[in-house]
């Protein structure tokens, strides 16, 4: 999967939408997926799909250095740090490759992760993505859309 095929998916209605702005939602207001709290200097109601397009492109894709892992890999990865932190996604897969957990996109990371069993990692991935969902204090309000997430990105790593 590529850049451009991952963010097409990232930005449809199923993933992300469009502004919103939820008083309970942590991030606060949000656009396309891209949160004032992560973004404080930016104006996210009027946030363009190219500048999210770019946000997502440098800090999000480039510093996971996707293209250097299985494809099937490659939006789980994507969208878990987005959805959930970087680092957090970079141990989820290290964690489900046994590579150390170091939140670290190194070598040894990738190595692991090209030795593997693709399906076999997204179904761990899967699991550690819902079992730290399942922990947070906002599970009942937006653990069903997480899930309806998860679910979308199952679907499409598995074409």
Known sequence: MTFEQAIELILSPQIE????????????????????????HLDIKNLTRKQAIEIYRKDFWEPLRPML???RLRLCLFDCAINQGKPRAIRILQ????????????????????????????EHMFVLRINHYQKLPTW??????????????????MK
Not at 17 to 40: A, L, Q
Not at 140 to 147: I, N, P
């Open 140 to 157: 009942q309000r937006y653990g069903a859309g997480w899930m309806k997430r998860l679910v979308h990105i199952a679907i499409e790593t």
């Open 17 to 40: 939408g469009g502004y919103v702005f939820d008083k309970y939602d942590p991030g606060g207001e949000t656009n396309m997926g891209i949160s004032k709290r992560s973004y404080p």
């Open 95 to 122: 964690g489900s490759v046994g590579a150390q957990q170091d939140g670290i996109m190194g070598v040894q990371t990738i190595e692991a992760a090209s030795m593997c069993v693709e399906l076999e990692v997204l």
């Open 69 to 71: 892992l299985p494809a």
